[in-house]
């Protein structure tokens, strides 16, 4: 059974940088694309970076040269990066894994938190 456990969120004040890094029960070659999303309160969950089985990253308009994602060091994970964090990415951090006929693997989230 594939799972995915998100860490390293916390409480940070503006302008300060975190490191998410999501852990697969699996070598992440295992999936066609891995992906971070998050949700604010009363938001819709939204897209933030993808990263495909080539290596090919994306990150929304709206983050990049703030956030990147990248494989960690172990096979088994993917982090994001994030540089410079403002009040407005408040939001519960998802990590996401995508395999070819199967219903998208999601983990639990972690909260991240900045403070003005």
């Known amino acids: 059974q594939v799972y995915l456990v998100e860490s390293g969120g916390g409480l940070v004040q503006a302008g300060e940088s975190l490191e998410l890094s999501c852990a697969a029960s699996t070598t992440i070659a295992a999936f066609d694309a891995m992906g971070w999303y998050r949700q604010a309160p009363g938001k819709q969950r939204e897209l933030v970076a993808t990263l495909s089985k080539s290596g090919t990253t994306n990150v929304v308009d709206s983050m990049k040269g703030r956030f990147t994602i990248s494989r960690g060091n172990a096979k088994n994970t993917v982090n994001l990066q994030m540089n410079s964090l403002k009040p407005e990415d408040t939001a519960v951090y998802y990590c996401?894994?995508?395999?070819?006929?199967?219903?998208?693997?999601w983990g639990r989230g972690t909260q991240v938190t900045v403070s003005s």
């Open positions: 996401n894994a995508i395999s070819t006929g199967f219903m998208p693997y």
